[in-house]
């Protein structure tokens, strides 16, 4: 019978941090991945006021150009739990969308001309080519990471604030010279 002779306990522990590193290096490549698949977009803050009168913030990816819209968070795998992406349009109207390319659900919160969340379509089936409308008119939507809307408790009624809602609000509520 021969001995059998067991790694060493240092070899082990190199193995071991030569793995980990691996794996960190793997999830900063990802991220950095997800970061590659946005470029191109603004980013800045929002705000959503409820009405029972807390105030979220996000940080949002600005899709206002019609290629941005096109491109939406397709392909995009890990949103952190307070980055959304808002999608503005020209002008009011029934807006429709679709998951197509999308492999992570989202919350969709559907916005009118002043800011106020009209409908909410929550944990969105990934991948989807199914039109997901708007109903009513609106001027924008927020897309965010699925169950966050429940989580938060943000429901239809609430308010979205942000610098491109409250210009586009002003602009159409200016008086005409």
């Known amino acids: 019978m021969t ?3 067991f790694p060493d306990k240092k070899l082990t522990i190199l193995v071991v941090i030569i793995f ?9 490549i990802n991220a950095q991945d997800q970061h590659k698949k ?11 006021v409820t009405q029972d009168g807390r105030q979220l913030r996000f940080t949002v990816y600005l899709a206002i150009s019609e290629e ?3 491109q939406g968070l397709s392909f995009v795998t890990d949103l952190p739990p307070d980055y959304g992406m808002l999608f503005v349009f020209p002008e009011l109207r029934r807006i429709n969308m ?4 999308t492999p992570s659900s989202l919350d969709l919160l559907f916005i009118e001309k002043k800011g106020k969340i009209t409908k909410i379509i929550s944990d969105a089936t990934p991948n989807s080519t199914t039109i997901i409308t708007s109903g009513d008119e609106a001027s924008a939507v927020l897309e965010m990471n699925a169950g966050t809307a429940r989580r938060l408790r943000i429901v239809t009624g609430d ?5 491109l809602l409250n210009q586009r609000h002003n602009d159409m509520t200016a008086p005409q010279k």
Do not use: Y
């Not at 946005?38 to 959503?48: K, N, P, R, Y």
């Not at 679709?98 to 390319?101: A, G, Q, V, Y």
């Not at 308010?159 to 610098?163: K, S």
């Open 98 to 101: 679709w998951m197509k390319d």
């Open 38 to 48: 946005l470029t191109g977009f603004d980013v800045s803050e929002l705000q959503i």
């Open 20 to 28: 980990l590193l691996g794996v960190i290096s793997c999830t900063n």
């Open 68 to 70: 941005q819209r096109a």
């Open 159 to 163: 308010r979205v604030d942000h610098p």
């Open 3 to 5: 001995a059998r002779k």
